[in-house]
């Protein structure tokens, strides 16, 4: 069993800056995929970021430019840097962690933390 805990949502301005990170228990953290999701109201959680055990990174259109994200394996923590935000980007933003296996995918979830980017 894999523990997320999310940390740095919080309320910023449009055009604002913030960084949120996730932490990972355990001592496999440099195997997972790690991603970054957000659901904002009345909408479907949606991939924002993800980087993979080999590092490669993947980006939504929307947040192309603005979000990086990152992994710091000694610390077993995952990072999204966030700039330009836009009042669009307001949602609990979650952080996950996938184990890719031969015949099965262990899916790990933290518990989100909110963004509010509103004037």
């Known amino acids: 069993q894999v523990q997320l805990v999310e940390s740095g949502g919080g309320l910023v301005q449009p055009g604002g800056s913030l960084r949120l990170s996730c932490e990972a228990s355990?001592?496999?953290?440099?195997?997972?995929?790690m991603g970054w999701y957000r659901q904002a109201p009345g909408k479907q959680r949606e991939l924002v970021a993800h980087?993979?055990?080999?590092?490669?990174?993947q980006y939504v259109d929307s947040v192309k430019g603005r979000f990086t994200i990152s992994r710091d394996n000694a610390k077993n923590t995952v990072y999204l840097q966030a700039h330009s935000l836009k009042p669009e980007d307001t949602a609990v933003y979650y952080c996950?962690?996938?184990?890719?296996?031969?015949?099965?995918?262990?899916?790990?979830w933290g518990q989100g933390t909110l963004v509010t980017v509103s004037s």
């Open positions: 996950n962690a996938k184990l890719f296996g031969t015949h099965t995918t262990m899916d790990y």
């Open positions: 355990g001592n496999i953290f440099s195997l997972y995929t």
């Open positions: 980087i993979t055990s080999g590092g490669s990174m």
